[in-house]
């Protein structure tokens, strides 16, 4: 568990943790103003993240100053062309961890019985490999309509023994520090659809004050004209509020 420890102290090296997501086109293709990850990583200024989300087959192209930063690697994952029910395994966490992984993420998908079998089989077997090789692993829970309580959710998760939640951003602060009180996981709050510049630092700062952990902002950071002077502002609100 040593080096496990150690990894979520990389990760959490400063109070909240800023992490841009760049697997969106393993879901959905082509991202708009994401063509071409080398463009778009080579005008970010990797010190100002705490880490990235990569797909395992994008690895090996990230420019080598992300090499300096917490590599978050999927490991698993689906398409946005069809009926979002389950995942398929992409890569093995030990696959991970000899690419340079410093934690894991997978969705957990709790809407139905056959998912819920699938969601809490997948976690169990993730949550012993990842032990194995000392990778945090990070669970990701986005409601999906279903008649499931996020706060039920993340309880679940946290039951079966992941290290670290992603979710999406609660609708005031009162239900963030519920969720912090019904897990006692870091809680890490993902972006979603694009949000106005200032409308998002308001939430953001809202969210940072109730206690969430920090955001993994994929759209809503490398979309924007100004990369570093958005994620710079956000840094900025996580630190400071």
């Avoid at 879901?27 to 705490?50: A, E, H, W, Y």
């Avoid at 192209?61 to 395994?89: S, W, Y």
């Avoid at 023994?161 to 005031?172: E, F, L």
């Avoid at 912090?180 to 996981?185: D, E, F, G, H, S």
Wanted: proline share 3%; aromatic share 6%.
């Amino acid at each position: 568990m040593l080096g496990k420890t150690i990894r979520l102290n990389r990760l959490f090296k400063r109070p909240k943790a800023l992490i841009m997501a760049l697997d969106y086109g393993l879901f959905s293709g082509v991202p708009q103003n994401f063509v071409n990850m080398n463009t778009v990583l080579n005008k970010v200024d990797v010190n100002i993240l705490d880490g990235i989300v990569i797909s395992p087959g994008q690895i090996k192209n990230i420019p080598a100053a992300f090499h300096q930063t917490n590599l978050i690697v999927r490991v698993d994952g689906c398409t946005v062309f069809g009926d979002f029910k389950f995942t398929e395994m992409i890569t093995s966490v030990e696959r991970a961890a000899q690419m340079g992984a410093d934690a894991i993420l997978a969705f957990a998908i709790i809407n139905d019985k056959d998912a819920n079998y699938d969601f809490i089989k997948r976690l169990r077997a993730l949550i012993e490999a990842s032990e194995k090789v000392g990778l945090p692993l990070i669970a990701e829970y986005l409601p999906t309509g279903k008649e499931v309580k996020q706060r039920d959710a993340l309880r679940i998760i946290a039951e079966i023994g992941a290290d670290i939640i992603k979710t999406s951003i609660p609708q005031s602060a009162e239900e963030m520090k519920d969720l912090l009180q019904v897990t006692n996981l870091p809680i890490l709050l993902a972006g979603g659809s694009k949000t106005k510049d200032e409308e998002m630092f308001t939430v953001v700062e809202s969210m940072m004050n109730a206690g969430a952990n920090g955001i993994v902002f994929g759209r809503n950071a490398w979309s924007r004209d100004d990369i570093n002077g958005y994620l710079q502002r956000l840094s900025g609100i996580i630190l400071n509020g």
